[in-house]
Structure formats: structure tokens, C-alpha cells
């Protein structure tokens, strides 16, 4: 049964890196190096501080980047969606906030998802009705001995991709969350399971934050969740039996001690280790206090200026472009509309003497046009200061198109009376055949 469970978890997992694979595909191809000068003002340097896939608030997969722009000691993060080329909804941007935070915390040591992985025989949490009865005394040492009883209630599996290029040391591989305590005890209770259970839930989610792979809400559910943990601990600590069992944690400790030299000696195993691992009742007094330590480094306490600072530069970035963008095609059209054409040139020509080419000028304007829409491009996908960038290019274009057609546009010209009376001579040639050969074409179809 347990290498049908095994076999049935690998094919799982295999499934899992197929299906993720196919959304995160484009992941080889992103690099949060494209917008690292997009959003920053003169002086100001920045650097990437954080990186992450994020499902956001309308369910769709994003890849955040969070942008530290710093000129001395002043500095502003900016988190971007390098994914879908867009800013991020102000939920959104206080989520990411959030995220970076708890994951700065994980980092420095103050949010830790610990996985507990009991070496001594006695297991008595278990993870799902399916562990059979004798399969809790074996003795767990890797977290791949017991992924096939990953608990009930665990929704979401995540599975990053190794070698995202430059995300690397900020997304990590995620394994299914294995949370395990060891205590001194032969079962636990139906009370003491469920709130063991809600702590693994609680470090399931710590450990998705820790490894790149989030969704919207998961600080705030991860939060409400550590309090739900607490309460039902704190029910544990209180309940009659608990405190019968915690004035007795020498005896058990000293039974379990025992019990595991025994079945030491029974396997033939003289040099047993005799490490004694806690009750339940002190893995419910040690989590507790984890916990009431932890959680407040889930949510920053200042991400609401954070977004504000954040939103206000993003709009000031893209106000700038547009109006910028907006008064540059203002005076490429106004040009444009000033400049004939190709056949309004000839036919000027040929009532105006002397001649006149604005084919220079139109080439200018030409890609003066062509700028103006790769910069409308760049505004589209908030690379802003590349398209602010342009400016100089484009204001170059049109000052060199009206540099050439202006002095032609002054030349005064004189009507070409000997031109004039040519063209209609030929003009009138050809309207007298044409009108011949229409004349022809009826009379041959009447007969």
C-alpha cells in the first residue's frame, strides 16, 4: 500500500511540474533587469530588492519586481508586474509590500518555516486518516517519506522552476510543506490533532512566501491563521488532561526513553541514542510562543506609505510621458499637415515655377512618425523613461523636417503659364481619346 501511495505522489508531482511548467514558461525569458531604470529620477540609483511569482487579486499569474531607488539615504521601492508589462492595483501593491516584508524577516532569521522531522520511533502527529496505525511508530527523517500524507486541508501546491536567470536567489524550489511535531505521547487527542494541524497549515503558507510562489491575501490569511493556531493551542494548554500531562513531563519523557532503548535493543542496535523529544504539551507551549513572536513580522507596519509613495512616482512617471508624448505628436501633425504630399508636390510643380522637392523634409517627419509610435509603445508597458528618453530623437526629426521644408515654403513662386498651357494641351489629348474610344465601344456593341 505505502509503494502505491509512493508511486500514485510521484506521478502527482510530475503532473504538477507539467501543468506549472506551461504557465511559467515565459519565466526563462524574463529578466527583472528590463524595467531597473524605468521608474527612478535623476541621481537616483536602483537595484533590485525582490522578486516573485504572485497571482494577484483578479486571479491572473504575475512575476513582481520590487525596485529599491535610492539618491544617498533617501530611497523608494517600487514593486512592478514584469510579467504582464503593467503596474500593479493598489491592493496589489500593498500585498507585495507585505510579501517583501515577511520574506525580509524569513531571511534574517525572525519569521522561520521550520519543518520539524522527528528522528526518535514514537510519531504521534500524523498528517491524514490515511497513515495506517503502523506506520506512526517508523522513524521519519526526510521530508520525501511522508509527502504521500500531506494533510487534508493543504489546497495549493506550488513548483518553481530552477534556473529563472536573474531571479535566482530570490525564488527558490518549493517542496509539498511538511510540518511534523515529535511528542512524547502514544496518540494524540482529536484537540490536540486539529490544532497541530492548523500550526502546519500556518507554515505551509510561510514556506510558499519563503520560496517565490504567493498569491494575493496569503500574509493576511497567514496571519488569521497564526491567531486561529494560537487560540487552539491555548485550548490545548488549558484542557484538564493537558495540564495533568504537563505536571507529568518527567515521567512520560522518562517512559519514552524506555520505550525506545527497548525497541532499540529488540533490533539488535546496542549504541542507542537516547534522545528524548517533548511532549505534546511542550510542543504546544514552545509553538505558542513561536507563533505570538512571528506573526507580526508577516504584515509592514508602513506599507500604506510605502504604496502611497510608491503610487505617486508611477503617476508622476507616466503623466510626465504622456504629456510629453501628447505635445510631440501635436507638432508632428500640425507639420505634417503642412508638408504636401508626393502628388500635391507634382501637381504644384507643374502650375509653379521653379520647382520645389520636400522629399528630405517628409523623410525627417518620417521617422520622426516612426519614433513617436515606438515611444507610444514604450508608454503602453510603463517603460517610462525610455520613452521619455526619446524625446531628444523625436523633437530632433520635426526640427530637422521644418528646418528643411520652411525655406522651401518661403520661396516665391510664379505661375508657369507655358507649363500650364502644355499640360492642358495634353490633358485635353487624353480626354479626347478616351472619350473616341468610349464612343467606339458602344458602337461596336450595338453591332
Known amino acids: 500500500m505505502s509503494n502505491i501511495l509512493r508511486i500514485t505522489t510521484k506521478y502527482f508531482f510530475i503532473i504538477v511540474v507539467i501543468l506549472c511548467s506551461s ?46 531607488c535610492c539618491q544617498n539615504d533617501k530611497c523608494i521601492q517600487i514593486p512592478f ?26 531571511r534574517n532569521g525572525n519569521l522561520t518555516p521550520s519543518n520539524y522531522f522527528p528522528e526518535s520511533f514514537d510519531v504521534c502527529a500524523y498528517f491524514s486518516d490515511k497513515l495506517p496505525e503502523e506506520s506512526r511508530n517508523l522513524a521519519v527523517k526526510t521530508a520525501d517519506s511522508v509527502k504521500e500524507f500531506a494533510p487534508k486541508n493543504y489546497r495549493k501546491i506550488y513548483k518553481t522552476l530552477r ?57 493576511s490569511q497567514t496571519y488569521n491563521c497564526m491567531q486561529e493556531a494560537d487560540i487552539l493551542l491555548e485550548q490545548v494548554l488549558e484542557s484538564w488532561g493537558q495540564k495533568i500531562k504537563g505536571a507529568f513531563n518527567k515521567v512520560a519523557n522518562t517512559a519514552k526513553a524506555v520505550w525506545n532503548y527497548g525497541n532499540n535493543l529488540a533490533q539488535g542496535n546496542i549504541s542507542t541514542n ?8 511542550e510542543a504546544a507551549e514552545r509553538i505558542k510562543d513561536k507563533l505570538n513572536l512571528e506573526k507580526d513580522y508577516l504584515e509592514n507596519p508602513i506599507s500604506f506609505i510605502l504604496v502611497d509613495y510608491a503610487q505617486k512616482r508611477l ?72 520613452a521619455i528618453g526619446l524625446n531628444d530623437l523625436i523633437n530632433l526629426n520635426i526640427n530637422n523636417s521644418l528646418n528643411s521644408y520652411e525655406p522651401l515654403s518661403k520661396v516665391k513662386r510664379n505661375i508657369d503659364i507655358f507649363a500650364v498651357l502644355f499640360w492642358l494641351i495634353v490633358f485635353g489629348i487624353i480626354i479626347f481619346l478616351c472619350i473616341k474610344f468610349l464612343k467606339q465601344s458602344k458602337i461596336f456593341q450595338i453591332n
Open 315 to 386: 503617476d508622476e512617471k507616466r503623466y510626465l510621458t504622456q504629456t510629453e508624448y501628447n505635445n510631440l505628436k501635436e507638432k508632428y501633425n500640425s507639420l505634417n499637415n503642412q508638408i504636401p504630399g508626393r502628388f500635391w508636390q507634382f501637381v504644384k510643380n507643374i502650375i509653379y515655377n521653379p520647382n520645389t522637392n520636400y522629399d528630405k523634409s517628409r523623410l525627417y517627419l518620417k521617422e520622426g512618425g516612426i519614433n513617436l509610435d515606438v515611444m507610444k509603445e514604450l508608454i503602453e508597458v510603463s517603460k517610462y523613461n525610455s
Open 81 to 106: 508586474d514584469i510579467q504582464n508589462q503593467k503596474e500593479l492595483s493598489l491592493l496589489d501593491l500593498q500585498e507585495s509590500f507585505d510579501i517583501s516584508y515577511a520574506r525580509d524577516n524569513i
Open 23 to 68: 504557465h511559467l514558461t515565459s519565466a526563462y525569458s524574463i529578466n527583472p533587469e528590463d524595467y531597473l531604470e524605468e521608474f527612478n529620477n535623476l541621481d537616483e540609483i536602483c537595484t533590485t530588492k525582490d522578486v516573485f511569482f504572485y497571482t494577484d487579486s483578479n486571479n491572473k499569474l504575475s512575476f513582481v519586481v520590487i525596485y529599491d
Open 163 to 219: 534556473g529563472v536567470g536573474f531571479a535566482t536567489g530570490f525564488i527558490s524550489e518549493f517542496e509539498i510543506g511538511v510540518f511534523i511535531v515529535s511528542v512524547g505521547c502514544n496518540k494524540l487527542s482529536k484537540q490536540e490533532n486539529e490544532a497541530f494541524f492548523k500550526v502546519a497549515e500556518c507554515y505551509n503558507n510561510i514556506q510558499s512566501i519563503e520560496s517565490g510562489a504567493v498569491h494575493y491575501g496569503i500574509t
Open 274 to 281: 537516547l534522545d528524548i523529544t517533548e511532549t505534546s504539551f
